[in-house]
Every structure is written in C-alpha cells, then in structure tokens.
C-alpha cells in the first residue's frame, strides 16, 4: 500500500537550517506530483511547496518562498524539503504527499527555537 516515512526533522536555531527526507513506496513514483505540507499547533495543515512530475516545475507558499526547496529522486523514491533562514514560525509537523492518495505519514517535528 502507499506509504510515506518522513525524517529529518529537530530542533534548529532561528536561521538554521534542516535538510527534511520521505520515503515512499506503493505507487508509481516517477509520474508523480509531490508535495510537503505542515500542520503548527493549534492551526489547520497547510501546503508548503510542490514539485511535478518531470521535476522542472516547483511551487511554494508564499511563506516560505526563497527558503525552502523541493527536491525528488525517482531512483531512491524519495522526497527532500531544504530548509533554510528557519524562522519560529517554521515551527510544525511537516509531512509529504504524493498525487492525490489520501495517506499520510507520522510526519516529523521541526521546531525553531533560540
């Protein structure tokens, strides 16, 4: 079945930065579009950044843009979501997607914090 494992996360100075991993399995990882979300305590899960299928389109919110990259390797199946200039407002669950399957992960913590 689809299954998404994320890691990479912890705790980082404001400014820092951390370099967030997904790996996945159950689908057909090449023609997919990929996506990490987040979820702050108290707040609703919201979209961070997007990569499509081919790997030449990216999309951020804007929130995050500038600092954050998405990154695919369709050899290992994994997702990657660079970080950097973290903020505390970075602070959340963050979790990876793919296409339109309604599974999600355990996700993994990033708090900012001094």
């Known amino acids: 079945q689809v299954q998404f494992v994320e890691s990479g996360g912890g705790l980082v100075q404001p400014g820092g930065s951390l370099r967030l991993s997904c790996t996945t399995s159950g689908f057909v990882f090449g023609g997919a579009v990929l996506k990490w979300y987040r979820q702050a305590p108290g707040n609703e899960r919201e979209f961070v950044a997007r990569m499509d299928s081919t790997g030449r389109r990216t999309d951020y919110a804007d929130s995050v843009k500038g600092r954050f990259r998405i990154s695919r390797d369709n050899i290992k199946k994994m997702i990657y979501l660079q970080m950097n200039s973290l903020k505390p407002e970075d602070t959340a669950v963050y979790y990876c997607?793919?296409?339109?399957?309604?599974?999600w992960g355990q996700g993994t913590q990033v708090t900012v914090d001094s």
């Open positions: 997607k793919a296409g339109d399957y309604a599974t």
